[in-house]
C-alpha cells in the first residue's frame, strides 16, 4: 500500500500562484510515476501532471503546460506541483496520485482543494 497526502491549497486570486505537495509513504518503491489530477463541480477528472521518480520525466496536460511546473524530491517521497498565473477555470479539487507507469495509477490522495477568484 501506498499513502498520499496532499497539502497545500487554498484560494486565491486570479493570476496568482499556489505550491501543492503530496507526500508519499508506505511502498513507494512499487510506483514509478507520481501524477496530478483535477475535478472541478460537474466535470469529470482530468489529468494535469505527472513525473517519474527516476530520471524526472514530466508530462503535462495542454491547459497547464507553460503555469505549472511539478517536481520530486525523491529523499522526501514528495512530489510538488507549482502553479503560476493561476486562472479561474483551474480551480478544482486537486488529486496525487501513485502508479508503475502513466494512466496506471492505483494509489490516490484524498484532495486539496483549489479555488482560484476572478
Known amino acids: 500500500q501506498v499513502q498520499l497526502v496532499e497539502s497545500g491549497g487554498g484560494l486565491v486570486q486570479a493570476g496568482g500562484s499556489l505550491r501543492l505537495s503530496c507526500a508519499a509513504s508506505?511502498?513507494?518503491?512499487?510506483?514509478?510515476?507520481m501524477g496530478w489530477f483535477r475535478q472541478a463541480p460537474g466535470k469529470e477528472r482530468e489529468f494535469v501532471s505527472a513525473?517519474?521518480?527516476?530520471?524526472?520525466?514530466?508530462y503535462y496536460a495542454a491547459s497547464v503546460k507553460g503555469r505549472f511546473t511539478i517536481s520530486r524530491d525523491n529523499a522526501k517521497n514528495t512530489v510538488y506541483l507549482q502553479m503560476n498565473s493561476l486562472k479561474p477555470e483551474d480551480t478544482a479539487v486537486y488529486y496525487c496520485?501513485?502508479?508503475?507507469?502513466?494512466?496506471?495509477?492505483?494509489?490516490w490522495g484524498q484532495g486539496t482543494q483549489v479555488t482560484v477568484s476572478s
Open positions: 513525473v517519474r521518480w527516476s530520471g524526472g520525466t514530466t
Open positions: 496520485a501513485a502508479g508503475p507507469k502513466n494512466n496506471e495509477y492505483n494509489y
Open positions: 508506505g511502498r513507494t518503491f512499487s510506483s514509478n510515476i
